[in-house]
């Protein structure tokens, strides 16, 4: 008899349930969410266990990793795909969801999500940390051109991050009433901003010292930034058998809803992971807008601008960039300008 276990996981505790290969249940529990004491009743049920699994989420890393390291076979399953099932279950509670979770996974109806390494997350940590700070930054100097507005002081339009505090403090100063309000503000967001300075450097002192990134940056519009969450996101470029396959993994593709006569190929499906789809398409609209070296792929973006339109050009050579991307990756070749034609 084979056993299967479903985890339905919050922050601190977890609904565990266990059915055998014909869907019968054998244990419900509730447990805290901690390796140990899933260990320890999975031990007390006397039986070998096939399987393990729950949906993605924010636990998922701690749990996957330490599950595996007692020798278990554990499996991370996309969580939109298990909540479309549980979906047509009466009653949403935990313990009905471990048992759904269960059923999925003795049926093998589910797909399963990649684990990424320590280093990637530590990548990923480190982009993250960047971009809250300029957030932050730019949040702060906001409210501030918002104050000023009511004293009928208006900034110019554009301001450089690193001038903002010298175009901005000599105004306030004169007046006793927005010195006392606003140069709080404006020290912490100078604060704020050399921080984000110096995490800024780490991340491009990352990305020139990885092969993989500096092969990237030779692709126009690709820089550090890109390139790091690339890889990142990627984290093993072999899980992908196609390269065709990543902008999909990306939401880059059209959906498309086909039933009987019907056919509607739609809008891209913005599926995956919105940070990576966010970065190509910044580095698509720097190859098309602002690169001046001419090459085969930003020449297939320009007529597709002519016919499409702006907006679809830059999602198609988004997606032609993650395939290219992928494909120098795995390769271990450099951007060669006369064969980027028929790449995607």
Not at 124 to 144: G, H, Q
Request: charged fraction near 25%; aromatic fraction near 6%; charge should be positive.
């Amino acid at each position: 008899m084979e056993y299967y276990v479903g985890l339905d996981v919050s922050l601190r505790s977890c609904a565990l349930c266990i059915v055998d290969n014909k869907g019968k249940v054998h244990l419900e529990r509730e447990l805290p969410c901690e390796i140990t004491d899933i260990v320890e009743c999975l031990v007390r049920f006397g039986y070998p266990i096939e399987r393990i699994g729950f949906e993605a989420g924010a636990m998922s890393q701690h749990l996957f990793f330490g599950l595996q390291g007692e020798g278990f076979d554990v499996v991370c399953m996309e969580a939109r795909q298990v909540s479309a099932a549980l979906s047509a279950m009466r009653n949403k509670t935990d313990r009905t969801d471990a048992k759904g979770i269960a059923q999925i996974l003795r049926t093998g109806w589910f797909s399963h999500v990649h684990m990424k390494s320590r280093e990637a997350h530590g990548m990923r940590a480190l982009l993250s940390t960047r971009k809250a700070l300029l957030n932050k930054t730019i949040d702060l100097a906001n409210e501030v051109r918002g104050l000023l507005k009511v004293f009928g002081i208006r900034l110019p339009k554009t301001v450089k991050h690193g001038t903002f505090d010298d175009v901005v403090r000599p105004m306030i100063e004169i007046d006793d009433v927005l010195a006392y309000a606003l140069v709080p503000l404006l020290d912490a967001r100078a604060v704020l901003y050399q921080h984000f300075l110096e995490l800024d450097r780490r991340v491009k002192r990352a990305a020139s010292h990885d092969e993989v990134c500096m092969r990237m940056m030779t692709v126009p519009g690709v820089g550090p930034i890109v390139a790091l969450t690339f890889k990142a996101a990627i984290d093993d470029p072999t899980r992908f058998k196609r390269s065709r396959t990543v902008g999909a993994h990306f939401g880059l593709t059209p959906r498309r809803y086909q039933s009987g006569e019907h056919d509607n190929p739609g809008r891209i499906s913005k599926a995956g992971d919105r940070d990576v789809r966010a970065a190509l398409y910044a580095a698509a609209n720097a190859l098309l807008m602002r690169t001046m070296t001419g090459s085969q792929i930003k020449s297939w973006g320009m007529r597709l601008m002519r016919t499409k339109g702006r907006r679809r050009a830059v999602v198609a050579v988004a997606r032609k960039l993650a395939v290219l991307l992928h494909r120098m990756w795995i390769d271990g070749s450099e951007f060669r300008q006369e064969q980027v034609g028929g790449t995607a």
